[in-house]
């Protein structure tokens, strides 16, 4: 079986930025796909990434780690990432402090 079904990812623009919106599941299965979206993006001259998490049903630590990792890529070429997100992610990003090191949208 497909676990990337279980993630939805679609590129929108928002200003001249990309806006990423994520509906599903972000887990170990499905995550990658959310990397190379975002590499990829990079790549063509977008620096500055917003995630739209708001319709994320469960998010675990290798997608954690992995918009930890879109950060660091972001910020190595000047850019920045934003999130907006629901309070089940909410609660996620306090208790792992992640939601001190990016931008937060309400």
């Known amino acids: ?22 509906s599903g599941e972000m887990d ?10 975002a590499l990829n993006l990079i790549a063509e001259g977008k620096h500055h990434l917003i995630f739209d998490l708001t319709r994320v049903d469960y998010i675990d630590t290798a997608g954690l780690g992995v918009l930890v990792g879109i950060l660091k890529r972001a910020r190595e070429v000047g850019g920045s990432v934003e999130l907006c997100y629901s309070d089940q992610v909410k609660k996620v990003f306090e208790i792992t402090g992640l939601n001190k090191i990016f931008s937060i949208r309400e």
């Open 1 to 22: 079986m497909d676990k990337q079904m279980d993630l939805k990812v679609e590129v929108a623009y928002e200003e001249g930025n990309p806006y990423v919106s994520l």
């Open 28 to 37: 170990v299965y499905t995550s990658p796909k959310v990397k190379q979206t």
